[in-house]
Protein backbone atom coordinates (compact mmCIF):
# COMPACT_ATOMS: atom_id res chain seq x y z
CA UNK A 1 0.00 0.00 0.00
CA UNK A 2 0.72 3.58 -0.65
CA UNK A 3 0.12 6.89 0.45
CA UNK A 4 -0.12 9.99 -2.15
CA UNK A 5 0.12 13.13 -0.39
CA UNK A 6 -0.70 16.22 -2.72
CA UNK A 7 0.00 19.97 -1.78
CA UNK A 8 -2.14 22.10 -4.75
CA UNK A 9 -3.38 24.98 -5.30
CA UNK A 10 -7.23 25.66 -3.49
CA UNK A 11 -8.96 26.31 -7.30
CA UNK A 12 -8.00 23.33 -8.35
CA UNK A 13 -9.56 20.47 -5.77
CA UNK A 14 -12.24 20.12 -7.90
CA UNK A 15 -10.59 18.87 -10.85
CA UNK A 16 -8.48 16.56 -9.06
CA UNK A 17 -11.11 14.96 -7.37
CA UNK A 18 -13.09 14.71 -10.43
CA UNK A 19 -9.99 13.12 -12.15
CA UNK A 20 -9.73 11.19 -9.09
CA UNK A 21 -13.12 9.47 -9.39
CA UNK A 22 -12.45 9.00 -13.28
CA UNK A 23 -10.18 6.34 -12.28
CA UNK A 24 -12.17 4.75 -9.66
CA UNK A 25 -10.60 5.94 -6.71
CA UNK A 26 -13.40 6.55 -4.03
CA UNK A 27 -11.65 7.93 -0.79
CA UNK A 28 -9.81 11.19 -0.01
CA UNK A 29 -8.97 13.47 2.56
CA UNK A 30 -8.62 17.37 2.13
CA UNK A 31 -7.09 19.43 4.77
CA UNK A 32 -6.91 23.46 4.21
CA UNK A 33 -2.96 24.71 4.69
CA UNK A 34 -0.51 27.19 4.09
CA UNK A 35 2.59 27.32 3.04
CA UNK A 36 4.89 28.45 0.12
CA UNK A 37 7.94 27.57 -2.29
CA UNK A 38 9.82 28.63 -4.74
CA UNK A 39 6.93 31.97 -4.83
CA UNK A 40 7.72 33.29 -1.50
CA UNK A 41 4.53 34.77 -1.04
CA UNK A 42 3.90 38.30 -1.90
CA UNK A 43 3.13 41.97 -1.17
CA UNK A 44 -0.76 43.20 -0.52
CA UNK A 45 -2.31 46.50 0.34
CA UNK A 46 -4.52 47.02 3.02
CA UNK A 47 -5.59 50.07 4.48
CA UNK A 48 -3.21 52.00 3.01
CA UNK A 49 -0.49 49.58 4.34
CA UNK A 50 1.60 47.30 2.62
CA UNK A 51 1.87 43.46 4.27
CA UNK A 52 4.03 40.88 3.15
CA UNK A 53 2.01 37.79 2.70
CA UNK A 54 4.00 34.77 3.11
CA UNK A 55 2.08 31.80 3.53
CA UNK A 56 -0.29 31.65 0.52
CA UNK A 57 -3.50 28.88 0.71
CA UNK A 58 -3.19 25.58 0.00
CA UNK A 59 -5.13 21.73 -0.48
CA UNK A 60 -2.94 18.85 0.99
CA UNK A 61 -4.90 15.51 -0.41
CA UNK A 62 -3.97 12.49 1.71
CA UNK A 63 -4.80 9.39 -0.38
CA UNK A 64 -3.94 5.46 0.38
CA UNK A 65 -4.47 3.27 -1.83
CA UNK A 66 -3.01 -0.05 -3.56
CA UNK A 67 0.52 -0.15 -5.49
CA UNK A 68 -1.23 -0.95 -8.63
CA UNK A 69 -3.17 2.13 -8.55
CA UNK A 70 -0.31 4.70 -7.55
CA UNK A 71 0.82 5.66 -10.98
CA UNK A 72 -3.08 6.25 -12.36
CA UNK A 73 -3.37 8.47 -9.21
CA UNK A 74 -0.24 10.58 -9.39
CA UNK A 75 -1.00 10.94 -13.47
CA UNK A 76 -4.16 11.87 -12.54
CA UNK A 77 -3.71 14.29 -10.03
CA UNK A 78 -0.83 16.01 -12.16
CA UNK A 79 -3.17 16.25 -14.89
CA UNK A 80 -6.14 17.49 -13.14
CA UNK A 81 -3.90 20.40 -11.18
CA UNK A 82 -1.08 21.55 -13.61
CA UNK A 83 -1.30 25.23 -14.42
CA UNK A 84 2.33 25.69 -15.81
CA UNK A 85 2.54 28.52 -13.23
CA UNK A 86 5.01 28.63 -10.16
CA UNK A 87 3.24 27.35 -7.00
CA UNK A 88 0.92 24.16 -8.78
CA UNK A 89 2.21 22.36 -6.12
CA UNK A 90 4.03 18.96 -5.30
CA UNK A 91 3.39 15.18 -5.13
CA UNK A 92 4.66 12.85 -2.43
CA UNK A 93 4.24 8.99 -2.00
CA UNK A 94 5.05 7.06 0.82
CA UNK A 95 4.77 3.39 1.72
CA UNK A 96 2.73 2.62 4.28
CA UNK A 97 2.91 -0.65 6.38
CA UNK A 98 -0.61 -1.32 7.84
CA UNK A 99 -4.08 0.25 7.56
CA UNK A 100 -7.12 -0.58 9.49
CA UNK A 101 -10.87 0.22 9.77
CA UNK A 102 -11.82 1.04 12.88
CA UNK A 103 -15.66 0.09 12.13
CA UNK A 104 -15.23 -3.30 10.75
CA UNK A 105 -11.08 -3.96 12.22
CA UNK A 106 -10.69 -5.21 8.24
CA UNK A 107 -7.01 -4.89 7.98
CA UNK A 108 -4.73 -4.53 4.97
CA UNK A 109 -6.43 -3.54 1.44
CA UNK A 110 -9.62 -4.65 2.71
CA UNK A 111 -9.08 -1.67 4.83
CA UNK A 112 -8.94 0.72 2.28
Known amino acids: MKKIEAIIKPFKLDEVKEALHEIGL ?17 TEL ?5 YVVDFLPKVKLEIVLEDEQVERAVE ?4 AAHTGRIGDGKIFV ?10 TGESGAEAI
Open 26 to 42: QGITVTEAKGFGRQKGH
Open 46 to 50: YRGAE
Open 76 to 79: AIQR
Open 94 to 103: ASIEEAIRIR
